[in-house]
């Protein structure tokens, strides 16, 4: 099925050829990292984890947010996800793929990786993230590829790949509770140092990957006769209202817990992240942005009839996955870091190679997501025939 991939008009084919460029720019920018080191990133003693591992955090989310197409659908009987389930499993293909290269670039060798399953150590919270994250790429694999199959053929799936769909479902939810302990666990660390830090990070996935979802969908009405269906669209809508108005309670929960203790390693990166401390505040006009953009779209969603209308359910959705961008991709982690243990703020910003591996990778995985789109929607045009 995926010679499906290899038809397309003009317009795909430019689409596809700028997405290999910009892999072709962020492969070099990457050979800087091998002949030089991590010393050409903005990375430093202070700040050990920069743009790289935030976008890991982030896109975990974005990953784990399939299973809020894949319970309703299967567990639920809800039929108007038929159409929708199999982008949702394609897009945690893509964003899973996304994740392990950014483990890779920001371990600084490949082989480090190898060494980390050649010699395994179970103590450690990397190890294990590693591999859920590897165990949920092969499930929705395989789930979606036999799932894609079947429609082409015109058969229901094979009974067989029923306890895979299932196992794929709380696993989901494993992803990003294992990906969260790496921050939990750190004592040193006053702002990852909470409970609800997995459960704010659920929150906000389930918020942020249905909106790009929903983004996607009515992106594939306009240049595509794919059609998700309107109350398709509408439920994903609801459930990135919730999501997102869940993930504002845990924050208010964490800024109350901070302030009314009046603890100052609770209360510093808060003050760092929205007025600064010690005179620096880099990151306090991202985290203004980051909560404005949160408090918008949630006026937008959650009135129901300022919903259902398509282009301010397209601005909402926009604005939340931007928000949650700002918030997960790098205020929670870059923030994190300061002050350090001596209560001095070093800065942090991303290096010229950085970004541009930054930005291959990204590419890399909007090539994935179109490969797999193009053949999922040429399977179902034929199947409707």
Same mark, same amino acid.
């Given at each position: 099925?995926?010679?499906?991939?290899?038809i397309? +008009?003009r317009?795909?084919w430019t689409?596809v050829i700028a997405?290999?460029i910009?892999?072709?720019?962020?492969a070099?920018?990457?050979s800087?990292?091998?002949?030089?080191?991590l010393?050409?990133?903005?990375?430093?003693?202070?700040?050990s984890?920069?743009?790289?591992?935030?976008q890991?955090?982030?896109?975990?989310g974005?990953?784990? +947010?399939?299973?809020m197409?894949?319970?309703?659908?299967?567990?639920h009987?809800?039929?108007?996800?038929g159409k929708i389930?199999?982008l949702?499993?394609?897009?945690a293909i893509?964003?899973?793929?996304?994740?392990?290269?950014?483990?890779?670039?920001?371990?600084?060798k490949p082989?480090?990786?190898?060494n980390?399953f050649l010699?395994p150590? @179970?103590?450690?919270i990397l190890?294990w993230d590693?591999t859920?994250?590897?165990v949920?790429?092969?499930l929705n694999l395989?789930?979606?590829?036999v799932?894609?199959?079947?429609?082409?053929?015109?058969? @229901?799936?094979?009974?067989?790949?029923?306890?895979?769909?299932?196992?794929?479902?709380?696993?989901a939810?494993?992803?990003?509770?294992?990906?969260?302990?790496l921050?939990a666990?750190?004592?040193g660390?006053?702002f990852?140092?909470t409970a609800?830090?997995?459960p704010?990070f659920?929150a906000?996935a389930f918020a942020?990957?249905?909106a790009?979802?929903?983004?996607?969908?009515?992106l594939?009405r306009?240049? +595509?006769?794919?059609d998700a269906g309107?109350e398709?669209?509408?439920k994903?809508g609801?459930?990135?209202t919730?999501?997102?108005?869940?993930?504002?309670?845990f924050?208010g929960?964490?800024l109350?817990?901070?302030?009314?203790s009046?603890?100052?390693?609770?209360?510093?990166t808060?003050e760092?992240?929205?007025v600064g401390?010690?005179?620096k505040?880099?990151?306090? @006009?991202?985290a203004?942005?980051s909560?404005?953009l949160?408090l918008?779209?949630i006026v937008?969603?959650?009135f129901?009839?300022?919903?259902?209308n398509?282009?301010i359910?397209?601005?909402?959705?926009i604005s939340?996955?931007a928000?949650l961008?700002?918030?997960?991709g790098?205020?929670?982690?870059?923030?994190?870091?300061?002050?350090?243990?001596f209560?001095r703020v070093?800065?942090?910003?991303?290096?010229?190679?950085?970004?541009?591996?930054t930005?291959?990778?990204?590419?890399?995985?909007?090539?994935?997501l179109?490969?797999?789109?193009?053949?999922a929607i040429e399977v179902?045009k034929e199947a409707?025939?």
């Amino acid at each position: 099925m995926i010679e499906k991939a290899l038809i397309g +008009s003009r317009r795909y084919w430019t689409w596809v050829i700028a997405l290999l460029i910009l892999i072709a720019i962020g492969a070099y920018a990457y050979s800087q990292h091998l002949i030089h080191g991590l010393v050409v990133t903005g990375m430093s003693r202070d700040v050990s984890w920069g743009v790289y591992i935030a976008q890991l955090t982030f896109l975990v989310g974005v990953a784990a +947010s399939a299973v809020m197409l894949v319970l309703p659908y299967y567990l639920h009987n809800y039929k108007k996800f038929g159409k929708i389930v199999i982008l949702g499993e394609f897009l945690a293909i893509a964003a899973v793929a996304m994740c392990m290269l950014f483990v890779v670039v920001d371990m600084g060798k490949p082989m480090r990786v190898i060494n980390m399953f050649l010699y395994p150590t @179970p103590n450690s919270i990397l190890f294990w993230d590693a591999t859920v994250l590897t165990v949920y790429l092969g499930l929705n694999l395989l789930c979606g590829w036999v799932a894609l199959q079947a429609e082409a053929k015109q058969v @229901p799936p094979p009974k067989w790949i029923k306890p895979f769909i299932y196992l794929s479902i709380p696993w989901a939810v494993s992803i990003h509770t294992v990906t969260a302990f790496l921050y939990a666990g750190i004592p040193g660390r006053h702002f990852w140092l909470t409970a609800i830090l997995a459960p704010r990070f659920l929150a906000s996935a389930f918020a942020a990957g249905p909106a790009l979802l929903i983004l996607l969908c009515l992106l594939l009405r306009k240049i +595509s006769d794919f059609d998700a269906g309107d109350e398709a669209i509408q439920k994903l809508g609801t459930i990135v209202t919730y999501a997102a108005l869940v993930n504002f309670f845990f924050v208010g929960m964490e800024l109350f817990t901070a302030f009314y203790s009046n603890i100052p390693g609770h209360m510093h990166t808060f003050e760092y992240l929205f007025v600064g401390l010690h005179g620096k505040n880099a990151l306090a @006009p991202m985290a203004w942005i980051s909560m404005l953009l949160g408090l918008f779209a949630i006026v937008l969603l959650i009135f129901p009839n300022l919903r259902r209308n398509t282009n301010i359910l397209a601005i909402a959705c926009i604005s939340i996955f931007a928000s949650l961008w700002i918030d997960k991709g790098i205020s929670l982690v870059i923030g994190g870091f300061v002050p350090n243990p001596f209560e001095r703020v070093t800065e942090y910003t991303p290096g010229f190679y950085e970004v541009l591996v930054t930005i291959g990778i990204y590419a890399l995985g909007a090539l994935i997501l179109t490969v797999l789109y193009k053949t999922a929607i040429e399977v179902k045009k034929e199947a409707a025939k």
